[in-house]
């Protein structure tokens, strides 16, 4: 097989779309002419081998002159099926001497490629080792003839820059928004004091770069945020003046409003993480509001990240960028302590007036000497007194549990080991609404058969106990702990968007906590362990953030509020916590991050797949000098896909290398693919799980 570009390149491509392969053909009568100007069109296919990311010249049909334009989408021949694509150029000339195929017809003369993004998408695919046209299917929608064929709407009106409002409490605050509205390219990490009317503020900044004419993107991690940015937005700019893009819109929809923004109708874009490649005109400010959210990350090749692709627009295009949210990130705090990014913080006085005060388990000696067995309860003393006086003063009480459901996981009864289906070794746990001391029988959360008769293979007993409690029974039992009161649960089943400032108690996991009129009087943040304790690269900053986020909700500390975290006290984050510092946990995960040579410190890839095939992955890629190879290691079924045979090996080198790592790594599966390799390998980079 020839090679092209370093690649293995398959014959049965040859001569099918502008590569080696035969000699012209004589022109025939009928046959198609070229167009009379620019009669090449370089074309991205849509092809999932990695070896063939790259573009292909075609001849365009005289008849499809005019709507074959850079953007359009088309259909073209490759390899003997007719596929999509997109018109990346018009071309006088084509490098190739071969044949070429003529595009097969053009499906839409919409340009729907912007040139921006066209650009951000190969920069995104070189960035993650993946493929330019994977990314393309992330930041384009699926084509809505109907919707393409309806009157483009009208340009909204340029609003009126709006005062800064809140952020004048922010010393740099007003400083960064001088710099967007002058159109300097200033990128900022901005912490929302406590209680901060944060929708308020995004909306104040886009506001103020749309009243310059130039557009603003503000990417937020689900629907109820969504739902508060646009709301603020709209009260400052008008209906017309920002969409909303999600994917609960619907395809028509959707494409429809995307279509406003391509045009150039609306200048302000709030949605979910796709939104990131919105192709808003001459884009002046970039936003990411909580950066941390797992939602952020895209779980489909290459994964990338909301934050980067913003990132890598900003650098691209001279937007200025606002990484927001009450807690921070080491991606963030990298930014700052590179001098990419300046951070916006509130005054120490401002956090101690707005933030509410903060209880953890064990911080005095009085407090254990009133109950001693504190650091065993799920509710300790200190808990029940908070709820109690945020009820009485007629407030609502948030209450916030890391798991959904009853009885999520069972131990034995007698020596705490973990319950474990004899089939798959999977976790046992209660059907929903159970309770463990009923008769019905526990029953696997990974293949789902019953467990009629469990004997424990430490010490054999045959009880069992609940070590995760979820949502629903912790509702039950605080129900019976305050009866009379009223109790709601926010979660998988239906997540409330917000609460009335009354006395309740709402319970709710990590991310469904409803916003309540006036705050909260009280959170009780339950199982701080389980959240610690997974087996995650970002465990830690993460039980920090989903701490951080349900404690904001609460009322300053001056006015009543107050926060119990069930933690022990020494722990690095219940330190931030109370002290309500995320500026210091993030220069701590950093440093640690560092010392460990863990990401963002370094660039990180994951290769998996069967053991013959990432050593076949790994012999073959062309890897830097300073790539550092950590690994094979087996894959627990968890993390296997239902495969049993799985491993992961780890490449890490110096962020300055992060590119060549990727190349090497993309090279690698071009080879693989060009062998039709039968073992498929996914690369990562970056990823939360390391193991």
Request: with cysteine.
């Amino acid at each position: 097989m020839p090679v092209v570009g370093g690649l293995w390149y398959t014959s049965e491509v040859a001569g099918a779309a502008g590569k080696p392969g035969g000699k012209p053909r004589a022109k025939r009568k009928g046959e198609q002419q070229p167009a009379e100007t620019l009669p090449f069109a370089r074309i991205c296919v849509d092809v999932p081998l990695a070896h063939l990311d790259r573009p292909f010249d075609y001849l365009v049909p005289r008849e499809a002159d005019a709507s074959a334009v850079p953007g359009a989408r088309v259909r073209v021949r490759f390899a003997g099926q007719l596929v999509d694509g997109f018109v990346l150029e018009r071309l006088e000339a084509s490098e190739f001497g071969g044949r070429l195929s003529y595009l097969d017809r053009v499906v839409s003369p919409e340009p729907v490629l912007a040139p921006e993004i066209k650009k951000l998408a190969r920069v995104i695919a070189d960035r993650g080792a993946g493929m330019m046209i994977d990314v393309l299917r992330l930041a384009i929608p699926p084509r809505h003839a109907k919707a393409e064929a309806q009157t483009p709407r009208e340009p909204a009106p340029v609003p009126d820059a709006p005062p800064a409002g809140g952020w004048h409490r922010y010393p740099r605050g007003k400083v960064f928004l001088d710099a967007a509205l002058a159109g300097r390219p200033a990128h900022a990490v901005w912490q929302a004091l406590p209680g901060e009317d944060w929708p308020a503020r995004l909306a104040e900044a886009a506001a103020t770069v749309a009243s310059t004419g130039r557009g603003a993107v503000i990417v937020v991690p689900d629907h109820r945020d969504l739902a508060r940015v646009h709301t603020a937005c709209e009260a400052l700019m008008g209906a017309d003046g920002v969409v909303a893009l999600s994917y609960d819109l619907g395809p028509a929809e959707r494409y429809r409003r995307w279509l406003a923004v391509l045009r150039g109708a609306v200048r302000v874009v709030v949605g979910t993480r796709a939104a990131a490649f919105a192709p808003v005109h001459d884009p002046g400010l970039l936003v990411i509001w909580d950066d941390g959210d797992d939602l952020h990350a895209e779980p489909r090749s290459p994964y990338p990240h909301a934050r980067d692709v913003l990132a890598q627009r900003a650098h691209g295009n001279g937007a200025a960028l606002l990484v927001a949210g009450f807690a921070r990130t080491a991606e963030a705090q990298l930014l700052v302590e590179t001098g990419w990014a300046h951070e916006i913080i509130g005054t120490r006085d401002q956090v101690r007036a707005a933030a509410p005060k903060v209880a953890s388990i064990g911080e005095t000696d009085t407090q254990l000497a009133r109950d001693p067995a504190a650091r065993a309860a799920r509710l300790p003393s200190i808990a029940f007194d908070a709820a109690r006086a945020a009820l009485a003063a007629g407030a609502p009480v948030l209450v916030q549990v890391p798991r959904r459901g009853y009885v999520p996981s069972l131990a034995c009864g007698n020596c705490r080991e973990p319950a474990r289906c004899r089939r798959c070794a999977g976790p046992l746990a209660l059907p929903g609404g159970m309770r463990e001391d009923q008769p019905r029988p526990a029953a696997c959360r990974w293949c789902g058969v019953s467990e009629a008769s469990f004997v424990c293979p430490a010490c054999s007993s045959r009880r069992m106990r609940a070590v995760v409690i979820g949502s629903k029974r912790t509702a039950e039992e605080l129900g019976r702990a305050f009866p009379g009161a009223v109790v709601r649960t926010s979660g998988a089943d239906e997540v409330l968007s917000s609460v009335p400032g009354k006395p309740a108690i709402v319970v709710s996991t990590p991310g469904a906590e409803p916003y309540a009129e006036g705050g909260y009087g009280a959170a009780l943040l339950l199982d701080g362990w389980a959240l610690l304790g997974r087996a995650d690269l970002r465990a830690a900053e993460e039980a920090f953030r989903r701490w951080l986020t349900a404690a904001a909700l609460v009322k300053p500390g001056p006015d009543g509020g107050k926060v119990v975290v069930v933690a022990e006290s020494a722990l690095v984050p219940v330190q931030a916590l109370v002290r309500w510092d995320p500026v210091w946990h993030a220069r701590q995960e950093l440093a640690g991050r560092q010392e460990l040579g863990f990401p963002p410190a370094v660039r990180m890839g994951t290769v998996d797949g069967t053991p013959d095939a990432v050593a076949q992955f790994l012999d073959t890629a062309r890897l830097p000098e300073t790539a550092e190879v950590l690994g094979p290691v087996p894959l627990g079924p968890e993390s296997a896909d239902g495969l049993a045979e799985r491993e992961r090996a780890l490449i890490r080198v110096p962020r300055r290398d992060g590119k060549a790592l990727a190349a090497a790594l993309a090279e690698a599966q071009g080879v693989r693919t060009a062998r039709k390799e039968p073992d498929p390998v996914r690369v990562r980079f970056d990823p939360p799980e390391l193991i």
